[in-house]
């Protein structure tokens, strides 16, 4: 077990604070995104020209530095939005595109302050009220209806929309604390957060992505849409290098964070269709997703370790209000899990080096150490010098850390029967 130092600190470098200022990689963000800076770090150590995968894209981090780092990059995400943002982000632009997005977005804006043409339908979001003052709404939508008429190309449309994701964010009520989002304080609602004029703040978004996408990476990566249980869509024996941040086993939910966006750009346009999407993704729990755990049943198909039972067990306790649910939760995220690292070896050339930078978490006081459950597994596997080490303190909570677990895929003859490595 790794002696967690009790020198490591809260290091803000390391978390998704640090992109914001980073071109391309503030473009958006997304509170679990991890830090380029961690990113580079891992990838550094390594010789250049190799072919880096990230089963769990969320923005397109890892895709992003391996490319700037002079590697190729695959990366993968169950969800269609951070899948389209993740291709926005690594595609290469060229001096005729970035002058069209200009031309673009300065048209589009003209056409929404004219409101000459039909707009957008405003999304179909739970009370819009309390997220956008009906003049921003207004805005947006005309500004969306907009964007599409002001140009055919793709790829200026894109760089369009991700300065317009940027901007209904500033005119919305939504604050980021801590984990995820709320909303800011009540009084300030009904009227526009910023003192710019709503289109005055999309010049100044354009202006940032143009920026970003000035700066373009020496290649470009491939973004898959998939599920790191499955990932059939990629290519088998094909990667040298993992360097990802899967979910947290902590509730956090990617599609609850990213609603405002993904209801604006039409991913969905009701809260069960938003929830389905959190059922999908590993460690989902919002709307349906929490209903769908309440009667989902283990399977025990997939390889777990001992430890967790007594954890499960533990966090079931009749004394844990929620104490079942939660236990459910924690043992579908491993499950899923297990999943992934089982599937995740068809991919991987021999040789192949892991690097899951992860956290882990507590149900009330009981403390899962996922960073261990996650060594279990890769060894179970058949994965070899598996390796736990701190990164950081996550927070004032003295038990939360982030780890980077580290394994390699065995050089040799070896294949896998059942669940693990015989030679
Ligand atoms: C911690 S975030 C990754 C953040 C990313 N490193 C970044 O810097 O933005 C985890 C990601 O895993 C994705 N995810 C969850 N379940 C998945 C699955 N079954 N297959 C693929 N991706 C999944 C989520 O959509 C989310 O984007």
Redesign the pocket.
Known sequence: MPQVGSSLRQRADYT?KFNLKTGRHGWLR?T???SVKVVTETISRYETGLKVL?????????ALCAVAEGHRATT????PF?TWLASAKTSIYSKRSLAETERAGVAALDLTHREALEPAPVPNIHRIERWWPESASHFLAHLKSAIVASTTDAQVRDLLRVAFCRTLIKLSNAAFNHQSMSFKNDDSQGQLQTDLGPGALFLNDLRFVLQGAADNPPGAAAVVQ????DLSRLTAADFDLVV?????ANRMS?IRELRPYMYWLGYFDNARAAGELDW?????TWGIATSRLSVWTRQHGCWLPDQLEGILADIAADANANGSLLAAYVAKYFE?MSQHFDRLRTVLKRGARLHYIVGNSTFYGVLVPTEQLYAAMLREYGFVGVTVRPIRKRNSNKALFEFDVSAVWPEGQGHRYGHGWQR
Not at 54 to 62: M, N, R, V
Not at 280 to 284: F, L, S
């Open positions: 998704h997304l679990p995104a991890y990230d089963p769990f894209c969320g923005t397109g981090t890892t993968v995400d169950i969800n951070l998939d599920d790191a249980r990802t941040s899967p979910p947290y990617y999908q993704a590993i460690g989902g899923d």
